[in-house]
């Protein structure tokens, strides 16, 4: 019979003085023994070559713990041995869970450690149940792994082109996005010391990716402190917890199967946002108006009754976005003086065209304006944030405030219709709070229970309306927010004309879309209407210039911004050319939730694109920024398309959304150019032909 590698596999063998435990499938193999009653990880094996990883267990796990001032680690060593089981024991899965026991002044820490493996997976994982204990003392933190790796591992991160970073290292693309380096286009990586998400060995075309599956989680590779995976809890230990899955995987390839395998565990294992359909939005807050004049906060009933039969007539809208200055009085309640008959009014009459809403909220930092909460509710407020633009206090989460806020958040999901929750991240930057009668004690007690507060908002929103999408503006971009939290905003380029917008944008998507999943990032909201896009007004404005700005963010960006315009401004051909334009993303909108790096970094000068893959099927957009023809060979040798070499293909242009002309065969490996006009965009589809369905 033959063995079957990719099943999951493992064994729990008792061995003089303890046990041996082995889990792993095809791509990993982990090993963990017991002796003397203490547990320690000994082998960790890349599948690919039989390679070893693992140089040193520095903590098989460890648990920081406080009581008022005081505070304590225990280490795994100071935990003995009591049993172990394997509740799920098969080809498909398996799990180990191993019981330990620590004294905590006179009384018992009771811990479990799980192991996990999958039959087909890439990756095993592990977690830490904490039971209850008589103790006083809080768990301020776990460590779930703490290991050195080889001298032969280093670390791989995206090469730095952005002039302020991160203190994870992470380039900031959202300052100063202009001032991104252009120099040496078609380089891409950095190997180092540190990282945040990927290892190579070496040598061997292989590695390592890693993440912790937790809201609070946290892991960095050091060469120096090792691989660290941590969770961040406040929990009395009385009640006991249970952390995360902290995820190893492993891939076989050049980094930039390392990076797509990452995502692709994301994507499929993490996010919230996977299968949901991202909407067409028409968006209150950019709608320049007749006279260059935009709505902004002008967000009242007129101005939406007089615009939403265009928005109706055109026909390719998802959903009416009520941006900022639809609330008054609290926040996340409609203002009276803006709309005398109700909201409900409004979202009726959008129900009426086939329009779900959306809505901008930000009900806890109070950026933007000062609601009645003031008055009516001093003890909720933070004392130390105060917004300079608003004149208000920041609202804490940890008081009865949150009630109000889930209240009014499923009211939005469940009576007013909202598909879309674009939440301002200055609430999800969580703040300093001095307040003596909110319920957190620390600053890090109060950072840790606010996000977890704001995790429990979100998961009611989707609880009340499952295809609801969340989206919020918070840098850094945090993967662990992708729990709960479908998208996040890396780019607002709203200072810059058409033309350069989309190229910076262009250039955040490639420098985010390494780390970050594809689906999971919103883009720039300010579309080709912004009134600081053009001095023109749209119907005197170039259509060349307008559709290659549009079609330039297919990928991302279009249906956030490029249907927000004032329709009554707009040239006819521009609406017709949109109304095919999402017809056809609409079509095949499956391909958009991925990306898959090709040619270089966005220069400006050379041609550069994207491509949106599928199992080696999907589309590649080019993307010409100059204003005279360019060529280049259609990049199908990417090693994220992943396509074999030789491989032949049949090549269209999808180009005028309408038909799939067939432009030749192509093999993998070997030349096929493709002509571009100046700002021209041009879709390549590559084994999509005229009949696929979507």
């Known amino acids: 019979m033959e063995m079957d590698y990719t099943a999951a596999r493992g064994f729990a063998q008792e061995s003089p003085g303890g046990w041996i435990f082995e889990i792993g499938n095809g791509s990993l193999t982990r090993r963990i023994q017991v002796i003397g009653g203490r547990i320690g990880t000994t082998s960790l094996i890349h599948n690919t070559n039989a390679e070893e990883y693992l140089e040193e267990t520095l903590e098989e796990f460890a648990v920081e713990l406080t009581r008022g001032a005081q505070k304590l680690t225990l280490s795994f060593r100071e935990f003995a041995y009591t049993g172990h089981e394997t509740p799920k024991w098969d080809d498909e899965e398996r799990i180990i869970r191993v019981h330990l026991e620590a004294e905590l002044e006179g009384t018992k820490l009771p811990l479990t450690l799980c192991y996990r493996a999958l039959g087909g997976a890439d990756y095993i994982s592990k977690w830490i149940e904490i039971g209850k204990s008589d103790s006083d003392w809080t768990v301020e933190s776990i460590t779930i792994e703490a290991m050195r790796l080889k001298e032969m591992v280093e670390g791989v991160s995206p090469i730095s082109r952005y002039p302020g970073q991160f203190p994870s290292g992470e380039d900031d693309v959202h300052t100063d996005p202009h001032l991104a380096s252009t120099e040496n286009p078609k380089s891409r990586f950095a190997f180092t010391e540190r990282s945040r998400s990927v290892l190579t060995y070496w040598g061997f075309n292989e590695g390592f990716y890693f993440f912790t599956c937790d809201l609070l989680g946290v892991e960095s590779f050091d060469s120096g402190k090792g691989l660290v995976m941590r969770a961040r809890r406040f929990a009395p230990a009385s009640e006991g917890l249970v952390t995360g899955e902290a995820v190893i995987g492993a891939y076989a390839g050049e980094p930039e199967i390392a990076f797509k395998r990452y995502r692709e565990f994301l994507s499929k294992n993490w996010c919230v946002m996977r299968g949901k359909s991202v909407p067409v939005e028409w968006n209150s807050w950019f709608v320049t108006r007749s006279g260059g004049r935009p709505v902004l906060t002008d967000c009242e009933r007129y101005v939406i009754l007089e615009q939403l039969p265009a928005i109706c007539e055109a026909g390719f ?3 009416l976005h009520l941006d900022l200055g639809w609330e008054g009085g609290k926040p996340l309640t409609p203002d009276e003086g803006k709309f005398p008959n109700g909201l409900d009014e409004i979202v009726r009459k959008a129900s009426e065209c086939g329009l779900d809403m959306a809505y901008w909220i930000n009900p806890f930092s109070s950026n933007y304006w000062k609601s009645t909460i003031e008055e009516e509710h001093p003890e909720w407020l933070n004392p130390a944030k105060i917004s300079g633009q608003s004149g ?17 958040l499923v009211e939005l999901a469940e009576r007013r219709n909202a598909r879309l929750i674009l939440w301002d991240g200055s609430d999800w930057n969580i703040p300093y709070c001095t307040g003596t009668e909110h319920d957190h004690t620390s600053q890090g007690e109060f950072e840790v229970r606010a996000m977890l507060r704001l995790a429990e908002l979100a998961q009611s929103v989707h609880e009340a309306r499952p295809d609801a999408i969340i989206a919020a503006f918070s840098l850094p971009a945090d993967n662990h927010r992708l729990g709960v939290l479908d998208q996040q905003q890396v780019s607002d380029t709203y200072a810059f004309p058409t033309g350069q917008a989309e190229l910076l944008q262009r250039q955040q998507m490639y420098q985010m879309t390494w780390e970050h999943p594809y689906e999971t ?10 009134h600081e896009a053009s001095a023109v007004d749209m119907k005197e404005r170039s259509l060349r210039e307008l559709k290659t700005a549009v079609m330039s963010m297919i990928g991302n960006g279009a249906n956030q911004a490029a249907g927000s315009i004032d329709l009554a401004s707009a040239r006819p051909e521009f609406v017709e050319f949109l109304k095919k334009l999402f017809a056809w993303r609409k079509r095949f909108e499956r391909y958009f939730g991925v990306y898959q790096h090709v040619l270089g970094f966005p220069d400006g000068e050379a041609i550069d694109g994207e491509a949106h893959f599928i199992d080696g099927v999907g589309f590649i957009v080019l993307v010409n920024p100059k204003d005279e023809p360019q060529a280049i060979d259609l990049p199908l ?7 074999p070499t030789d491989k032949a293909v049949s090549v269209y242009d999808w180009s005028d959304f309408e038909n799939g002309r067939f432009l030749g065969r192509a093999k993998v490996g070997k030349e096929f150019e493709v002509e571009l006009a100046g700002l021209e965009v041009r879709i390549i589809g590559v084994d999509v032909s005229e009949s696929e369905a979507v």
């Open 521 to 530: 990032i919103r883009s720039s909201w300010h579309g080709v209407s912004w």
């Open 637 to 643: 040798s990417e090693p994220e398309l992943e396509l």
């Open 317 to 319: 809208y998802d959903a």
């Open 392 to 408: 208000a206090h920041a609202i804490c989460p940890m008081t009865g405030y949150f009630d109000f806020v889930r209240e009014r």
